[in-house]
């Protein structure tokens, strides 16, 4: 579908960057109402499009708001989501129906891909995509995000799948649906709060015009669906995997014990790891969210080479 028959809402600096033909990264903004209280999400978001601006690429943070899909925020609409307590958190399965019923929700990896896509933007920057929920065997408990991915051709650059689901399940799930997975700067992919999983990346790339060239060749080649960046988080934010084993560990214990499930889990368990953690994993999730938008910033603008 072509962007102009979309349902999209541009800020007016993404609508002036559009026209321009400047670098654009989409972000999502479930981060913003799921991931953190009020006024620490607005901080953080704003902190986000900061580096982004400062590495030349222009922001596009998207959500659902009173019903209109918006990519691109301004000061008043990010700080209205900031503080939109019961915001729906959107996948591929709800993004229209919050539209329709002009309902106000934040957007996930896949539906912030959708609407990347919709809107012509080619690369995205997030914390981490989800995956195969652990036990995922009993529950099928899955998430959208791999289907999009494999369908979807936009760049998302993560820190990885969030080290609370199971890692290599993700992994063979992205390799079936012919996902490429590159780590960026080191052989092991990373696992969120832990720069190493213990598990071998399946590609290796060192610099965003190598990103970009490999980008430009799938688009040559006619192969559709998104690609994957793992960015391991700053050495110096880092929480080890052994130790941060331990917190996932206790958080799942702690979900089962509440019959936390579904679309629950995810927050349910951030939060009680940041409880746990004494909030040691938030800093660590804004530092390698924050490295991602640098990053992402970066391919989008040597995709515009």
């Known amino acids: 579908m072509s962007s102009h028959k979309l349902p999209i809402t ?100 896949a539906a912030t891909m959708i609407s990347a896509a919709g809107a012509g933007i080619k690369v995205f920057a997030t914390g981490g995509i989800g995956g195969v929920h652990r036990k995922a065997e009993e529950t099928f408990d899955i998430s959208a995000d791999l289907e999009e991915l494999s369908r979807t051709g936009v760049i998302v650059v993560c820190a990885g799948a969030k080290a609370i689901l199971d890692v290599p399940k993700t992994l063979e799930v992205l390799e079936t649906k012919g996902v490429p997975v590159v780590t960026y700067g080191q052989d092991e992919f990373p696992a969120f709060w832990s720069r190493r999983s213990g598990l071998k990346s399946p590609l290796r790339l060192d610099s965003p015009a190598a990103i970009a060239r490999f980008q430009k060749m799938r688009d040559e080649l006619g192969i559709h669906g998104g690609l994957l960046i793992g960015n391991p988080v700053p050495e110096e934010k880092e929480i080890e995997r052994e130790e941060m084993e331990i917190y996932i560990n206790r958080a799942l214990e702690n979900a089962e014990a509440d019959g936390i499930a579904g679309k629950a889990v995810t927050p349910y368990l951030l939060s009680s790891i940041f409880d746990i953690t004494e909030g040691r994993s938030l800093d660590t999730n804004i530092a390698l969210v924050e490295n991602n938008a640098r990053l992402a910033a970066r391919i989008a603008l040597a995709l515009n080479d």
Do not use: C, W
Request: hydrophobic letters at 45%; a negative charge; charged letters at 20%.
């Open 10 to 109: 541009y800020s007016a600096e993404v609508a002036v960057a559009k026209s321009e033909g400047r670098a654009l990264v989409a972000l999502e903004s479930t981060i913003i109402t799921h991931g953190m209280p009020y006024p620490g999400n607005l901080a953080m978001a704003r902190s986000v499009e900061a580096i982004i601006r400062t590495e030349g690429a222009v922001p596009a943070t998207i959500a659902v708001i009173n019903g209109v899909l918006h990519v691109g925020l301004d000061e008043q609409e990010l700080e209205q989501l900031a503080r939109t307590p019961d915001a729906m958190k959107l996948s591929r399965a709800d993004l229209a129906f919050a539209m329709a019923e002009g309902r106000t929700g934040a957007t996930t990896v």
